[in-house]
């Protein structure tokens, strides 16, 4: 959505983009030749329409511009491009990402002294580490 071939498309494009910034409860920005600006301080005048992008959604109250980085619900990091814009993640793809890593989950399981003396007698480090995997998942099934 960043290059525009005449001034017609240009202004539907800024019109959708304040919009859905709007709808999110952000103030309109766009960018012009890669810099932040607020809609108000730019005429979009230029008769180089390649230099404006509008923002591709709002992620956390925060436009996000292909080339930026965000998280995948598992933690995995990825940079924002196109495709976003022609639906290849679907339409819920804004509530699955972040702008922050996920904070990792720290679960507690109590174990039973079976359990314990199962996968801590006299076995090599590796046999008691899938043991008590396996007494880990044993006890979260319960």
Known sequence: MSKFTNRADLLIAAGESIKMQEKAGIEPIL???GHKTRFYTCG??????GCYEFPL???EDKPVFVGDELYEET???FTVNNALTKGCFGENWIKAVSWNPPKPKTVMVELLRD???YFSIGCSAEFRTYNLANACRKALEK
């Open 115 to 117: 359990d314990a003396e």
């Open 44 to 49: 979009l005048d230029s008769k180089d329409y």
């Open 31 to 33: 960018k012009c030749d």
């Open 75 to 77: 933690g995995k990091k």
């Open 57 to 59: 959604a709002v992620v």
